[in-house]
């Protein structure tokens, strides 16, 4: 039985764990907009990618839960997707108002 401590760590553990693999899906999606692909290229990388992201995530639960599904592991995985979500929307947001911002600078200058 884990303490509460140690709870608390594999718990952020996990969010980090969704942050990386929700960072890691975006770059695969920025390389796609990139590079055009058929719909065969798109399958083959997303399988391949799904295969190496389980394989990550059994890596991480093996080591900080010692290989045992633990509730609050899954419960900080999706913790750390919608984290990683909505840091990208605000970023966009961000990036949005200071672009608008420049431009108008720009256009009385």
């Known amino acids: 039985m884990l303490g509460i401590g140690k709870e608390t760590v594999v ?25 055009r692909h058929s719909v065969a290229a798109v399958s083959a990388e997303d399988f391949f990618y799904w295969i190496g992201l389980s394989a990550y995530l059994f890596r991480q639960m093996y080591h900080t839960t010692y290989g045992s599904i633990r509730g609050f592991f899954i419960l900080g995985i999706v913790a750390g ?24 600078r720009k256009k009385t200058r």
């Open 11 to 35: 718990f952020f553990y996990a969010g980090l764990t969704g942050i990386v693999t929700f960072s890691s899906y975006q770059v695969l999606i920025l390389f796609r907009k990139l590079i």
């Open 81 to 104: 997707n919608f984290l990683a979500f909505f840091c990208k929307i605000l970023l966009k947001k961000i990036w949005t108002k200071w672009n608008n911002w420049l431009e108008k």
